[in-house]
């Protein structure tokens, strides 16, 4: 959904991927001694080129505190981890322990039968630390099956010279958006936004602003059919037809963070776990050039994903207690405050906010109260599964292939053969 890969990094990947299963000899480990021991094989799905150098990392102080765990560390392409980790445990070969899962990912791996019930174990400790909107995901049928490392949700970045040069302010709602957009092709020549076109989870911040939303799981009910939907489809579509932003329908997130690091956009949305990445971009080798501000709201409300990432531990692990415990460390305050320092990311610990690395942090002091009222997606097995019709049609309209109607409809028709009885 949101992450790239090189293709060196790719074959490095599944060259570790194929030996992430081995032997009871190789896997397992023992706690009798009272001291852990094995191999733990974690997949990290995080931003490669920034985040996961810092994962592994404090991976690696994970081995210096219990010196005969070895942690095999395999950074998988966020876009390919849903459904490799789905076709491992389905084999029953080649799933890793440790599996860094997106948030709506979490209740489909249990309802499955994929993952680990934690409640009780060593991977969850002090649970009131957590937020309550970062555990709500991690829950599933009254078990916990997950343990939540970050929590994120999206604005606009905004390039401050650019705005300078054009003379606009940040906008705070879309027609502000266009406007600004306008102000800027003329004076600087420049596109206003980026707005990527082939993942549907950037199309939510639209959806909410509107008032519509995917599904009402309560009432079992397909809603991205309905007038709002329809709406959401309708902005985004304007949006590129009048000019005020440019899109793509293929690699969107490379497209997207070269055009706004080059200063060819003024413009972008997206979330925490851009900084790092968009701070190597030559327009802000001055960090203060990078302004952030809330996505602009729609005709019904501003509103924005919430996202974030839990660690869950494989059922069929052969190493279970030093993966409960490398959860644990990978989920504890300092980790989350050191993530906070040094990548921007937030905490799901209510106490790691009072650490200074991420008091220091402008973004995750920005991000934080835009994460308590972020609009949550439905915590049901299908959820991640929402996308897949979704991005279809959502790039469909993006590039002039169908309507915004003829979107939403297809999209609500998709979805009640995937809801088997839902209105």
């Not at 440790?98 to 019930?117: K, M, N, Q």
């Not at 940040?170 to 957009?181: C, E, G, H, N, R």
């Not at 497209?255 to 080059?262: A, E, P, R």
Request: aromatic share 10%; glycine share 8%; net charge negative.
């Amino acid at each position: 959904m949101r992450r790239g890969i090189t293709a060196t990094a790719l074959v490095a990947t599944l060259a570790l991927a194929a030996t992430a299963c081995g032997s009871d000899d190789e896997t397992g480990g023992s706690k009798s001694s009272g001291e852990l021991s094995g191999t733990v094989t974690w997949w990290d799905t995080s931003t490669v080129g920034s985040e996961d150098k810092v994962f592994k990392k404090i991976a690696e102080g994970f081995e210096k505190e219990h010196p005969k765990v070895d942690v095999k560390y395999v950074n998988v392409p966020f876009g390919e981890a849903q459904n490799k980790f789905k076709n491992a445990a389905q084999s029953g070969s080649g799933a890793p322990d440790v599996i860094r899962s997106e948030v709506a990912w979490t209740p489909e791996f249990a309802d499955l039968g994929y993952l680990a019930p934690l409640d009780g174990t060593a991977a969850l400790k002090d649970q009131d630390d957590f937020l309550e909107q970062a555990a709500a995901s991690t829950k599933y049928k009254d078990k916990t099956y997950a343990v939540p490392q970050v929590i994120d949700s999206m604005g606009i970045f905004y390039n401050k010279k650019i705005f300078a040069d054009a003379g606009v302010e940040v906008p705070k709602t879309i027609a502000d958006l266009k406007t600004a957009s306008a102000t800027i092709k003329k004076k600087t020549g420049k596109t206003g936004l980026y707005l990527r076109g082939d993942d549907a989870y950037w199309f939510l911040s639209f959806l909410y602003g509107e008032g519509g939303d995917l599904v009402d799981a309560k009432s079992k009910t397909v809603t991205v059919d309905k007038p709002e939907g329809v709406k959401a489809f309708e902005t985004v579509k304007d949006l590129v037809d009048s000019g005020a932003a440019k899109t793509d329908a293929t690699d969107g997130w490379e497209n997207m963070q070269s055009s706004f690091k080059d200063g060819k956009v003024a413009m972008m949305i997206n979330g925490p776990w851009a900084v790092a990445d968009t701070l190597t971009g030559k327009e802000f080798t001055d960090k203060a050039n990078l302004g952030i501000a809330p996505v602009p709201a729609g005709s019904a409300a501003q509103g924005a994903p919430q996202g974030g990432h839990n660690l869950a531990v494989y059922a069929g692990s052969k190493n279970l207690d030093a993966s409960y415990a490398f959860v644990d460390y990978m989920t504890s305050v300092q980790t989350q405050a050191q993530t906070a320092g040094e990548l921007n990311l937030l905490p799901t610990r209510t106490s790691a906010y009072a650490k200074q690395e991420a008091a220091d942090s402008e973004i995750v002091q920005f991000f934080k109260p835009v994460v308590e009222t972020a609009v949550e997606r439905p915590w049901i097995p299908e959820t991640g599964s929402l996308f897949a019709p979704l991005v279809t049609e959502y790039t469909k309209v993006l590039t002039g292939q169908t309507t915004p109607e003829k979107a939403a409809s297809a999209t609500g028709d998709s979805y009640r053969k995937l809801l088997k009885g839902w209105k």
